[in-house]
């Protein structure tokens, strides 16, 4: 049974770099395509990135120069890193494999 689960700090002080981990079971993340979406309070669904079959990252452009999406392929999982976070990049962070199933979602909140 194909499962996501987002893993990660809950609080961030601003400017440091979060990183989230998606662990993925069911299926080998090196034959899919992956992708990270947050939601910030009040507001709609924002697409972070995604991360190709391939092995090729691509980023929103208003978060390129901060994000970055690896995978792990022995660990079968996928991870998100966003550097230099500000008070707006708290949300709820989700991976989900590319038009399919999603995590539960990781709260992250940025403290000042």
């Known amino acids: 049974q194909e499962q996501l689960q987002e893993s990660g700090p809950g609080l961030v002080n601003a400017s440091q770099t979060l990183s989230l981990t998606c662990t993925v079971s069911g299926l080998p993340v090196a034959s899919y395509n992956w992708e990270w979406v947050r939601q910030s309070p009040g507001k709609g669904l924002e697409w972070l990135g995604a991360m190709t079959a391939n092995g090729r990252a691509f980023y929103s452009p208003s978060l390129k120069s901060r994000t970055s999406i690896s995978r792990d392929t022995s660990k079968n999982h996928v991870t998100l890193q966003l550097s230099s976070v500000i008070l707006e990049d708290t949300a709820v962070y989700y991976c989900?494999?590319?038009?399919?199933?999603w995590g539960q979602g990781t709260q992250v909140t940025v403290s000042s």
């Open positions: 989900a494999r590319w038009g399919g199933v």
